[in-house]
């Protein structure tokens, strides 16, 4: 069974940090180019950042440039997002995928997603 499972979420204060994690199993990871998206009500699902199958390139919304580092750990199955400098405006749920469009930010190039977790920044 194909899954993806984030963990990491929570409440934080402005411009404190997080560090999410997706867990992947049941499917070659290294041959997934990996994302992270999020979705606030009343919004579409926005891209994040998203990591090549090898790690070697990133590519990130401007929104969160500088501030969010995705990596990748193909031993461990894991996908990281390191969330620095958080901002109100950066309170959604956030998502993983995996999907085979090179560095994609379409939520169309990924196949596969998780269930989400919540993260919360309180000013």
């Known amino acids: 069974q194909v899954q993806l499972v984030e963990s990491g979420g929570g409440l934080v204060q402005t411009g404190g940090s997080l560090r999410l994690s997706c867990a992947a199993s049941?499917?070659?990871?290294?041959?997934?180019?990996m994302g992270w998206f999020r979705h606030t009500p009343g919004k579409e699902r926005q891209f994040v950042a998203g990591?090549?199958?090898?790690?070697?390139?990133?590519r990130y919304a401007d929104s969160v440039k500088g501030r969010f580092t995705i990596s990748r750990d193909d031993a461990k199955n894991t996908v990281y997002l390191q969330m620095n400098s958080l901002r109100s405006e950066d309170t959604a749920v956030y998502y993983c995928a995996a999907g085979r469009t090179y560095l994609g930010t379409s939520i169309n190039d990924y196949d596969v997603w998780g269930q989400g977790t919540q993260v919360t920044v309180s000013s």
């Open positions: 049941g499917l070659t990871f290294s041959s997934y180019v």
């Open positions: 990591i090549t199958y090898s790690g070697g390139r990133t």
